[in-house]
């Protein structure tokens, strides 16, 4: 089954419990596929995505669970964003529900989690269906979770890496999409290492946006194909 270009409509008009100002989608240009960005920190992956210089989708909105310091980035480009804390919603629940709304009104085709540090539940996901993707700093299945360059270094491995995969309600479990190596230098720390990763990341998860959204992917049980 192909999702490409498929539009979700879930949610669209849904009131919005405004948690940032400026949060007014652009009108949408019918031929160009629309992403949103989830982020929670620095945004250089976010900011690998801007700059891509292949770029066959537009950043409808960057949204964060925090003030991230990321979300410059997106204002410097011209992108609309928007805030939604958990401690401003009564529990995860609501704080899912009304991430989805937000993001809803924004039409994106799909969503792309790039160093988004919260676990995105089944309310958010049924939202968009098999059209959520995350990168993570680890080949996985191996170290999932918040700290996968600290856990792969105290593991002591010699090849680590970074992963795209779909989204799924549990931690770093969804299907894979691609994976790209990086080796482990033997006076790496957490920080060089993480950096090295990054710099993967930052080419290949622009790679798979711009396939997903042109091509969408066949997912057969865990197996993903582009
Ligand atoms: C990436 O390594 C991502 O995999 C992880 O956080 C990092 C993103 O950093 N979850 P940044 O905020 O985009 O610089």
Redesign the pocket.
């Known amino acids: 089954m192909a999702w490409a270009n498929q539009l979700c409509t879930a949610g669209r008009g849904a009131s919005l419990r405004a948690v940032a100002a400026d949060v007014r989608p652009h009108s949408r240009i019918e031929s160009v596929p629309r992403i949103a960005v989830l ?9 690998s995505l801007i700059d891509d210089p292949h770029r066959g989708y537009e950043i409808a909105v960057v949204a964060a669970d925090r003030p991230a310091s ?1 979300l410059q980035r997106a204002t410097a480009a011209g992108i609309p964003t928007l805030v939604a804390s958990p401690a401003d919603y009564p529990d995860r629940a609501a704080w899912s529900t009304a991430l989805a709304d937000l993001l809803a009104e924004f039409e994106p085709d799909w969503v792309v989690s ?4 919260r676990i995105l539940e089944a309310v958010f996901l049924d939202r968009f269906p098999q059209r959520v993707v995350n ?3 680890a080949l996985l299945p191996a170290f999932p979770g918040a700290h996968a360059v600290a856990d792969a270094l105290a593991y002591g491995v010699k090849v680590t890496g ?1 992963t795209v995969h779909l989204v799924d309600s549990g931690v770093d479990t969804g299907p894979i999409v691609a994976q790209r190596s990086v080796p482990v230098a033997r006076d790496d720390d957490e920080d060089s290492l ?1 950096e090295r ?2 710099q993967v ?1 930052w080419q290949l998860l622009p790679e798979v946006v711009n396939h997903l959204v042109a091509h969408g992917c066949t997912v057969n049980g865990r197996k993903v194909e582009l």
């Open positions: 982020i929670s920190g620095t945004g250089t992956l976010l900011q990321g790039a160093g988004f540090m990168s993570h700093p970074c993480h990763i990054k990341e």
